[in-house]
């Protein structure tokens, strides 16, 4: 009696101590706080080996912070590699809030605490976790991106990634975060992201040589101010409405209570009054801004204004790839005076900074994310103040850099595809007659029965082959917008609503627009899928990036084979 006393004395001294220690996990900036870059960890002799942990921090409000760590209590630092490094991450996982997070159906072989191999157990639980590197063209396996069985738990020994970038991995801006399906969202919307940054834009595009630059963050949580009356200064919105998630519902106005809030660089900036994050540089200095939406379920629509007024940013790259690829010159900028960012899309513009004492202002406009969406009003992110005293970048893009050599394939707008595809995103009530029943989401191959991805299927949802491209049309059957993203792979988004584009850059995520109930068609996009990198090979996701959508089953699973030639020798050879 004596002993288990003890032991519970023991344990609840434990309990405490970590409690404590917890608290202290994953701090964050206050709001108004000056933006600060994240860490940058660079590879030395073509190797970045980096040691990351991931923890996370309960909440009074219920709520929790995710980070991941660095060996040097760096939060979520930037990973900086060329294209042909190595890089070598030990992931090791100590979350420890099972609480959150069960926003999806649990799947059946569900457990928090289970012993197994982390590249096959696929155990999906509020603490679990893995990592996927969005953007990069790797090998869909256990060690390198693989989603599908990866899972590290709590208490798992170091978790080893091993990959090599590219070495035609296009030099830009790409992203790690966690995919456990089922609990993608919450990890998010605490904080688990960060940039990684494939070196090299100066060598796409000469207006960026030289170029002092930003690594942006923008990530969205949960309301810190959930209960607070919008603004005074703020037009009245008529209505007020949740909506099933328990989120503000998309109001059409561009104002009222948003879905989330938003940070930048982890400095919040809370409804109702969003006091603005501040971003110091040269007066009128030329910065090249990379801005990465890691929200959860966000859209962003990116300004920057002086005196009220839009400025132009010179978009240089999307999804981390530099746009006009065909402009011999790598001079060109494409100036846009806003840009839309669905979630897990990103961008990177030439800024000029405002002069001394100019009213600026990096701002998001409103979305209007359809009659099913989250409302993403206007709001500001942050204040931009020139000062002569303001630090320099940490980060400077080289001066003179040798241009990048002419890609070895041929551009993939050029090749024919082999097939065509149908896929379309549609959302279900479990109780037709009740609009306030759980929704199922799913995003079907045209001709199958809608279905929420389950994740302990073997059959995938799509067979497709390496060396080949192929044309998928999608459509959006619902009222609200989703974001398309497939893993290790781009494309060319060919098609949008009905119009031609003459993009000459691809994409990694890509918005579709929601079905306003009255048109005849569908909103659809058509993008050219490429499969001809040999890292395709296997079997990977695509997915609506809105992970609330993702971790309620509105994700596919597609397996690409190696090329002829190679799967006939593999046959052969069984
Ligand atoms: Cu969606």
């Not at 069985?149 to 080893?160: H, I, L, R, W, Y």
């Not at 306030?436 to 389950?454: N, R």
């Not at 994409?507 to 899928?529: E, F, H, I, K, W």
């Amino acid at each position: 009696m004596k002993i288990t006393l003890w032991a519970a004395a023991a344990v609840l001294f434990l309990a405490s101590c970590c409690q404590l220690l917890n608290a202290q996990q994953c701090p964050r900036p206050q709001a108004g706080s000056v933006v600060e870059e994240p860490e940058d960890l660079r590879s030395h002799d073509s190797v970045l080996e980096v040691q990351l942990t991931a923890s996370d921090a309960a909440q009074a409000d219920g709520s929790s912070r995710y980070c991941y760590t660095d060996s040097a209590g760096h939060e979520s630092p930037n990973l900086r590699v060329h294209p042909g490094d190595l890089v070598i991450l030990h992931l090791t996982n100590q979350l420890t809030d099972v609480s959150r997070g069960n926003t999806g159906p649990m799947p059946a072989h569900t457990h928090a605490h289970a012993a197994g191999d982390p590249c096959s157990s696929g155990i999906m639980s509020p603490v679990s976790t893995n990592l996927h590197f969005h953007g990069l063209t790797i090998p869909p396996v256990c060690h390198q991106d693989d989603v599908m069985k990866t899972s590290v738990q709590p208490g798992d020994a170091p978790f080893e990634y091993r990959f090599r970038v590219p070495a035609d991995e296009p030099p830009g801006l790409y992203w790690y975060h966690p995919h456990i399906h089922g609990f993608s969202k919450e990890q998010l919307l605490g904080g688990a992201s960060g940039a990684m940054i494939v070196e090299g834009i100066e060598r796409a595009k000469k207006a960026t040589a030289g170029l002092p630059e930003r690594v942006f963050i923008i990530r969205d949580q949960d309301l810190i101010n959930p209960n607070a009356p919008p603004a005074k200064s703020e037009p009245v919105v008529p209505k007020f409405l949740i909506d099933r998630d328990g989120d503000a519902a998309n109001n059409g106005t561009g104002f009222g209570k948003p879905a989330k809030d938003l940070s930048i660089n982890y400095v919040p900036v809370p409804y109702p009054d969003y006091p603005p994050a501040t971003i110091e540089m040269r007066p009128e200095e030329k910065q090249l801004w990379r801005v990465l939406n890691a929200s959860a379920i966000t859209y962003l629509n990116l300004a920057v204004l002086f005196n009220h007024s839009p400025q132009p940013l010179g978009l240089v790259a999307m999804d981390g790839v530099p746009m006009n690829q065909n402009d011999s010159l790598k001079d060109s900028v494409d100036p846009q005076t806003h840009i839309g960012l669905p979630p897990g899309s990103r961008v990177e513009f030439i800024v000029t900074g405002p002069s001394e004492g100019e009213d600026a202002l990096l701002v998001t406009r409103t979305v209007d994310t359809g009659p099913g969406g989250e409302n993403d009003p206007n709001r500001m992110l942050a204040k931009i103040v020139a000062s002569g005293s303001a630090a320099e970048t940490r980060s400077k893009l080289e001066s003179s850099p040798e241009p990048l050599p002419p890609p070895s394939e041929t551009w993939l707008g050029a090749v024919p595809p082999v097939r065509i595809r149908h896929l379309y995103f549609s959302e279900k009530l479990i109780d037709p007659n009740d609009p306030t029943s759980a929704v199922e989401f799913y995003l079907t191959v045209d001709g199958e029965e809608p279905k929420m991805f389950d994740m302990s299927s073997d059959v995938p949802n799509i067979v497709a082959q390496q060396g080949t491209v192929e044309d998928w049309i999608i459509e959006n059957r619902s009222r609200e917008l989703h974001a398309f993203h497939i893993h290790q792979l781009h494309f060319l988004l060919l098609d949008y609503m009905g119009r031609q584009l003459n993009e000459d850059f691809v994409r990694d995520t890509v918005n579709v627009p929601y079905y306003d109930g009255r048109s005849l068609a569908y909103p659809r996009v058509r993008l050219r899928m490429d499969f001809r990198d040999p890292n395709t090979v296997g079997t990977f996701v695509y997915h609506c990036h809105l992970l609330e959508h993702e971790d309620k089953g509105m994700m596919g699973s597609i397996q690409v084979k190696p090329a002829q030639s190679q799967s006939d020798h593999v046959a052969s050879s069984r």
